[in-house]
Every structure is written in C-alpha cells, then in structure tokens.
C-alpha cells in the first residue's frame, strides 16, 4: 500500500498544495525526476526520507503505539 500521494507539477516545476488544519504533512520534492510526494507523518515515530547516490530510494516510516 503507498502511503504518498503525487502532487501536481506545472510545467515550470511549481506546485500549489494547501495546509490541512491538525495534520503535519511533508512534501518530498525530488528535483532529478520532478515530482513532488505527500506523506502524512506518522502519529507517533519517525518518518524518514532514505536516499542514494543523491536520489530519492524510499521513504520509511517507523512508528509505535502508546500504551
């Protein structure tokens, strides 16, 4: 299952995307292929952006619950 979601590129490499109220949200902006991903973070953890060779590899998301 992928959790990002494309987000619309313009043919000047620009893009519009709004906030959403009581969500933190990261765009991962790959400038070697143009696209732009949006990930909602994880409620607890960590979510991190893995790259090699200077490129986006994937973006792993390590989380736990509360107890």
């Keep these: 299952m992928a959790r990002g979601k ?16 009581g969500k933190v949200t990261l ?4 400038g070697h292929s143009g696209k732009v991903k949006k ?6 953890g960590s ?5 090699t060779k200077g490129k986006i590899f994937r973006v792993r998301f390590d989380d736990y619950e509360l107890f």
């Design 6 to 21: 494309e987000v619309d590129v313009n043919s000047d490499l620009t893009f519009i995307e709004q906030v959403e109220k």
């Design 27 to 30: 765009l991962v902006l790959d």
């Design 39 to 44: 990930y909602e973070a994880v409620e607890h």
């Design 47 to 51: 979510t991190v952006v893995e790259t």
